[in-house]
Nanobody
């Protein structure tokens, strides 16, 4: 059974930090590009960051570049998002997504974790 379970969300003050984690199971994690997306209230889901299967390349949305860092551990089947200098605009439900590098169109999503940035 495929599972992506996000954790680490919560309430944080502006300027603070949070670290999100996504635990994967039920598929060959090391063969998937992993991404983080987010969806703010009343807005469409947007891409935040991505990391290649071998961690060789990472990419970030302009709005988070320099503040967020994506990483993965293929031994532990986890992908993380370190979020620093958080802003109220970062408030959203954060989702992790897995896209297969071997089978076109195979994609998995987690159910999300809520991050609220407020004073």
């Amino acid at each position: 059974q495929v599972q992506l379970v996000e954790s680490g969300g919560g309430l944080v003050q502006p300027g603070g930090s949070l670290r999100l984690s996504c635990a994967a199971s039920g598929f060959t994690f090391s063969s998937y590009v992993m991404s983080w997306y987010r969806q703010a209230p009343g807005k469409e889901r947007e891409w935040v960051a991505a990391i290649r299967d071998d961690s060789s390349i990472t990419n970030y949305a302009g709005s988070v570049k320099g503040r967020f860092t994506i990483s993965r551990d293929n031994d532990k089947n986890t992908v993380s998002l370190q979020m620093n200098s958080l802003k109220p605009d970062d408030t959203a439900v954060y989702y992790c997504k897995a896209v297969s590098t071997r089978n076109i169109g195979v994609t998995y999503w987690g159910k999300g974790t809520l991050v609220s940035v407020s004073s």
